[in-house]
């Protein structure tokens, strides 16, 4: 069972004006709707998301989420990213806010794969208000996740004309870093082998190298791609990849 939230979870947030009432009536949504949930079998673990936004006549509405599990742990989804999805059938002018609660003590933020994934829907300002048992706390894309991907909302019709424009526009990396040229040319080369573009237009590869220290002499390196996969799932990144090198 989670523990029950305390005053002292919000009332500063209150008490410096960060919160208006509008939003403590969505905390208490929240709230009482995690409630409501079913835990998750595997991880016994509820998370809920209201996502507010302003309709095509600019009044204020809302969606909700919650996590949902897999037996396969890839295969399983966040609240926040349930809320967004249903973005997809609706016509909206903007998103407002994302409010989240969870049964842990303190508050929790999304992870780096909804913070990705949250991108795509939210602008950098946008306030995320997270509400533990115990804390709670407002924060923002920008400071979550100040460097985002180069492709964000680049359709797969446009990505290789804007990649190359960006990649025209950068600074050489070969040229910045001659010691690692080889290696650079190693990983834009291993990329080839990311094929499936029919899948996604994006290729990718990661390497690292290993080097002694005093003579600088190469004692390891590895070069991946990324495999897709015909379900998002399933599909293997190239950082991910290099994890079991690493290891």
């Not at 305390?6 to 905390?27: H, K, P």
């Not at 115990?134 to 680049?154: A, E, G, H």
């Not at 990329?191 to 573009?197: E, I, N």
Request: with cysteine; aromatic share 10%.
């Amino acid at each position: 069972m989670s523990a029950p939230i305390s005053s002292a979870a919000i009332e500063s947030l209150i008490a410096d004006g960060s919160l208006s009432e509008v939003d403590q009536s969505y905390i208490s949504l929240c709230l009482s709707s995690k409630e409501k949930m079913t835990p998750p079998i595997y991880s016994h673990f509820r998370v809920y998301a209201v996502v507010t936004y302003l309709d095509e006549n600019g009044q204020l509405k809302h969606i909700t989420g919650a996590n949902c599990e897999s037996c396969s742990i890839s295969g399983s989804i966040c609240a926040e990213r349930s809320a967004l999805v249903k973005f997809r059938e609706i016509k909206f002018q903007k998103i407002v806010k994302l409010y989240l609660v969870s049964d842990g003590e303190d508050y929790i933020t999304p992870g780096i794969y909804c913070r990705l994934f949250l991108w795509e829907f939210l602008c950098e300002e946008t306030p995320i208000i997270m509400v533990g048992a115990r804390s709670s706390t407002i924060s923002n894309l920008k400071k979550l996740y100040p460097f985002p991907p180069p492709y964000l909302l680049i359709s797969g019709r446009e990505v290789k004309e804007y990649a190359s424009n960006l990649a025209a526009n950068m600074e050489s990396f070969e040229e910045k870093h001659p010691t690692l040229r080889s290696f650079y040319q190693s990983v834009i080369k291993c990329t080839s082998k990311d094929r499936k573009d029919f899948l996604f237009p994006i290729r990718l590869a990661a390497g690292f190298r290993i080097e002694e220290k005093a003579s600088g002499e190469v004692i390891y390196e590895k070069v991946v791609w990324q495999e897709k996969s015909l379900e998002y799932g399933p599909t293997l990144d190239a950082v991910t990849k290099l994890l079991s090198h690493l290891q």
